[in-house]
């Protein structure tokens, strides 16, 4: 059982920026993050000088702090590159939020990058390191679609029946996409064509995949009691949670791949600091890690969203629908909105920042906030079901009671 | 008199039917099958399936000291073959391990100075055959290996006792290949044949004469050798009755070169009764005669997997175009992918146990297994309480599995699989020897020694998975 403090209200996201995700052939790593930090600065209303500490997030595009201060001119001041798979944007918000709770630096910038597509792959380019040669090399899709005749046969599910559910998601999340300017698919697609796309691994197409794209985000985080200085509406960080698991569901034949245990334990860290006891009633929206259609499917269950063999259901009758009781990934997800790794988790966060604000556009804003629902779920995952780490955030417009 | 204490052959699990090859190329080809060594095996890791089969009634290695591997398909030139076995084999590091490498006299050779060690020595001959689409040796030639134990003096009981045994060398351009040759050359055969029979002849009858023993006396002769029209002209020059000559399997896998007299032997003693003699004459480079007699020991400790099990499990139908890949002769279009890297060799050096031998590691104190090894228990906490889990002859089963299209693989797709180890222990890794489409959660599969690739110029061998096929 995690047992930490929380930061719940003692921190707040005054400024964000967003850049186009996509085939960035026209755009260097360096453009992405001069682009997306100069909107967040923009958007927080100050100028670079005012940001005292950097922290970057980037799985493969660079290393060091240099990847970030050399391109933004930064002087004198701390840059400190993160990296955690494929939540390392999520770890780049951690980790300035606390460097600003902890009151070293009143005003912090959490920024991610990547350039994904200069590689000339498919697929995202693996991390080499030098080993042994006797890991089972599985793809990352190959990995996520283990859960899917687990799933389907621990709740009694045909093949066909799973499929529905994992083409609905696949359907949800780009009619989302095909709302958001800055998403790397912008048009909706066809259950048909999504369910017919060319089998990639398992029981998963082309279409059960995110985008793999270039992109970057940045966030301003300030003390809460100065937040509004910057802006009338700041996001108010209540809970953050990161867990490693011990890779146990790689060793243990008790794991049954029908649920990430470090998301559960995330979840109820993450929960507990914000205070928050029922997700599916208390919970506006959530950005998760749709990796792969089958992974949205179990977090839902894994976040508390559904209940235990209920999330295909739930699924199948909208409720995380755009329109829906919750929506999850109103802005398409890493499946529509791309999955440049180390700008996903600040992208989520992008999301929540719009929608909680009432700032997205009519076609994509979301009815649950409307309705007085004021909270806000990111979600950020990195490795494979068995072996992962995973990052929850709750952040919200008013300071809790 | 020393003698085989254990003995085991490799039979792979492809056939190709050597129809398909006339029907690609329209021309060549002929009846029955050969067997196939896939994508990821070679004659390294078939001889360490073959040494496993001998080996595995006997704990601990059987307290082997010497181990000889005899192949004219060398995985590496320069760097020992047979350390690979060794390694995977657990034998003790003290046990000494020696290629007899190039030709494929080495195998006859390699079985001779088995049998004449004095300490406890298990000879592997490996073999696969290779040669140009449409030729003769293409289809002709099989893929196999055989494990062979020699003791005299030790607990185990001799199986069969080599009672006799003669030689003749001669020095003629018969068949041949250059280093670096894919596939060999051969002279016109009524040449060969010439040079081969008095040769056979000779050796034949001297290892009777100093037997004490004549042609009649034979219960089984084995014949095999580089040469086919010497081999069937030679049985019948022995004065051995035609009923004693064995079948030499060559119409359903092929001639295996090195390995060949061993697989047609440990087929003889797969059914051989107790008693029985057996003549071993091999065309090579001249000719090399052994012959052994079986005990009652062997019919109470014949092989744990038969030669007749392997061929019967067999599956035919392998594609003309993925064999030929398989050689090297078809190259696929790799996918989008970053080409695979090679092992680091400190790092396969201290995972030796695991990566060679697949021992993982139990925690002492609430006995989880771990694979690969850890140092601390994810379950209980504690730290460097592990004892060594070897698991290499441990079954499982499949708990979840998917296919992989685009994972980098010489032979796409490639199957992954979650294994759960009878009595504990948990694996991801790859499938082999199987057809996806029959694939299902709950299936049976044992561990098998492969080459899961070779990038960078090293083979990189690993544990994969198969359908368990056998008792």
């Known amino acids: 059982m995690i047992m930490s403090r929380g930061i719940c209200d003692r921190v707040a996201i005054v400024g964000m920026g967003c850049t186009r995700f996509g085939e960035r052939w026209d755009q260097s790593l360096d453009d992405m993050l001069v682009d997306a930090a100069k909107e967040a600065v923009a958007s927080a209303g100050v100028t670079l000088d005012a940001v005292e500490a950097f922290w970057l997030g980037t799985q493969i595009s660079g290393i060091s702090g240099l990847t970030l201060s050399r391109p933004l001119g930064i002087h004198d001041r701390p840059v400190t590159r993160v990296e955690n798979m494929c939540a390392t944007g999520s770890e780049a918000i951690r980790n300035a939020c606390y460097a600003v709770a902890a009151g070293a630096y009143d005003v912090a910038m959490a920024i991610g990058g990547e350039k994904l597509k200069d590689s000339g792959i498919a697929g995202l380019p693996p991390a080499f390191v030098s080993d042994d040669g006797t890991g089972p090399d599985l793809s990352a899709p190959a990995n996520f679609s283990l859960l899917c005749p687990a799933y389907s046969e621990k709740y009694g599910l045909d093949g066909a029946q ?98 990430f245990p470090e998301v559960v334990a995330s979840a109820r860290d993450a929960y507990e600091q914000a205070g928050v006891t029922d997700p599916r009633a208390e919970i506006a929206m959530a950005e998760v890690h749709d990796c792969f259609t089958p992974t949205e499917l179990v977090l839902m269950e894994d976040l508390g969203f559904s209940e235990r063999g209920r999330a295909w259901k739930d699924v199948l009758d909208g409720v995380f629908d755009l329109e829906g009781e919750l929506p999850v990934n109103p802005d398409g997800g890493l499946k529509a909105f791309g999955h440049p790794v180390g700008a996903t988790g600040l992208r989520m966060m992008f999301e929540a920042w719009l929608q909680l604000r009432g700032e997205a556009p009519p076609e994509r804003t979301i009815k649950s906030v409307a309705s007085g629902r004021k909270l806000a779920v990111t979600h950020n995952l990195g490795g494979v079901p068995g072996q992962c780490v995973s990052f929850l955030s709750v952040v919200g417009v008013e300071p809790n009671a | 008199m020393g003698g085989i204490v254990a003995y085991g052959a490799y039979v792979p699990y492809h056939r190709l039917e050597r129809s398909a090859i006339g029907a690609t190329l329209g021309s060549g080809g002929g009846q029955g099958t050969r067997a196939v060594a896939s994508y990821d095996e070679d004659t390294t890791s078939m ?99 055989a494990a062979f134990l020699f003791d005299g003096d030790g607990d185990v009981p001799v199986l069969a006792e080599v009672v006799g045994e003669a030689v003749r060398s001669a020095e003629f351009i018969d068949r041949w290949r250059l280093p670096g040759d894919a596939v060999s050359r051969v002279w016109e055969e009524r040449f060969g044949e010439t040079v081969y029979l008095p040769l056979a002849r000779g050796a034949f009858a001297d290892a009777l004469e100093r037997a004490g023993l004549g042609p009649k006396d034979v219960d089984h002769l084995v014949v095999t050798g580089v040469h086919p029209r010497a081999v069937r002209s030679a049985a019948a020059l022995t004065g051995v009755p035609a009923e004693a000559v064995v079948d030499d399997l060559t119409s359903v896998i092929g001639n295996t070169g090195t390995a060949h007299p061993g697989l047609v032997l440990a087929d003889v003693l797969d059914r051989a009764g107790a008693g029985e003699l057996i003549a071993l004459l091999v065309l090579a480079d001249g000719a090399s005669v052994v012959l052994l007699r079986t005990t009652e020991a062997l019919v109470s400790r014949r092989a744990a997997r038969s030669v007749a099990d392997q061929i019967a499990a067999g599956r035919p139908g392998l594609s003309y175009a993925t064999f030929l890949s398989w050689r090297g002769f078809l190259p696929r279009q790799p996918p989008r992918r970053p080409d695979p890297r090679g092992p680091s060799a400190p790092a396969a050096y201290r995972s030796l146990h695991w990566k060679l031998a697949f021992t993982g590691s139990r925690c002492r104190t609430c006995a989880m297994v771990y694979l690969p090894p850890r140092r601390a228990c994810a379950s209980c906490g504690t730290i460097d309480e592990m004892d060594p889990a070897p698991l290499a002859d441990v079954t499982g089963t499949v708990a979840t599995f998917t296919i992989d299209e685009l994972a980098y693989t010489p032979s796409p797709p490639l199957v992954g699989a979650v294994v759960d180890f009878d009595g504990g222990g948990r694996l991801r890794c790859q499938l082999t020897d199987v057809d996806p489409d029959e694939l299902r959660v709950g299936d049976r599969v044992e561990m098998t020694f492969r080459r899961i690739v070779t990038a960078e110029g090293i083979h990189n061998y690993f544990w994969k998975a198969r359908p368990r096929r056998h008792a």
């Open chain 1, 162 to 259: 799973l499929k529905e559910v994992l083409t609905r998601l696949a359907w949800k999340n780009h009619y989302n996409g095909a709302r958001n300017e800055r998403a790397q698919f912008r048009r909706e697609v066809s259950k048909e064509v999504i369910a017919r796309s060319p089998r990639v691994a398992g029981n998963l197409g082309i279409f059960d995949c995110s985008g793999v794209a270039d992109g970057a985000a940045a966030a301003i985080i300030v003390r809460a009691e100065d937040a509004h200085r910057y802006t009338d509406r700041p996001l108010y960080v209540k809970g953050l949670s990161f867990v490693a698991g011990p890779a146990a569901g790689s060793a243990d034949p008790e794991y049954d791949f029908t649920s």
């Open chain 2, 47 to 145: 001889g360490v399936e073959a040494a496993r089969i001998a080996l595995a009634d006997l704990s601990g290695g059987a307290g082997v000291e010497r181990l000889y591997f005899a192949t004219a398909s060398p995985a590496y030139l320069d760097k020992t073959n047979a350390a690979a076995i060794h390694a995977a084999l657990g034998l003790s590091p003290e046990a000494a391990a020696f290629d007899m490498g190039g030709a494929v006299r080495s195998g006859v050779g390699a079985f001779w100075a088995g049998a004449e060690a004095r300490v406890p020595t298990v000879v592997v001959l490996s073999d696969i055959r290779v040669g140009l689409p449409g030729g003769s040796d293409e289809r002709d030639g099989g893929d196999g290996a």
